[in-house]
């Protein structure tokens, strides 16, 4: 299990990833038909890596499709359904959170690439 030390000592050394999240919001369209924006601003920082859904399974016994994983300190935004953008940008998100556990000190989560 990782310690909440661990993001004090160890994950400055491997963290490899700068994350914005963003939240999926239903609006309706000028035309009358529903339009889908992403909006928020929230920044952290990771350790990303390779996954796979065979991985998750074999894991975590999850049925999701993913092909990353990432650590990072807690927080409030990293939710399933969530747009993770590996630049800070609007438009579509880089991936979409699949599955999401909040520990006592970090969160981890699965994603699907777009």
């Known amino acids: 299990m990782i310690t909440p030390e661990y993001f004090d000592v160890v994950f400055p050394l491997i963290k490899n990833a700068e ?3 963003k939240t999926r919001e239903k609006a309706r369209g ?29 894991e975590y016994g999850l049925t999701v499709e993913c092909q990353d994983r990432i650590f990072c300190p807690p ?18 998100p880089d991936a979409i ?3 999401a556990t909040h520990w ?6 699965l994603l699907q690439r777009r």
């Open 30 to 58: 000028p035309h009358g038909g529903d339009i889908y924006t992403w909006t928020g601003d929230d920044r952290t920082e990771a350790y990303r890596e390779p996954y796979s859904s065979a991985l998750a399974a074999k």
């Open 97 to 99: 959170v699949v599955s």
């Open 19 to 21: 994350l914005w999240v």
């Open 104 to 109: 006592p000190g970090h969160v981890e989560c």
């Open 75 to 92: 927080s409030a935004a990293l939710i399933e359904g969530a747009g993770v953008y590996y630049t800070d940008r609007d438009g579509d």
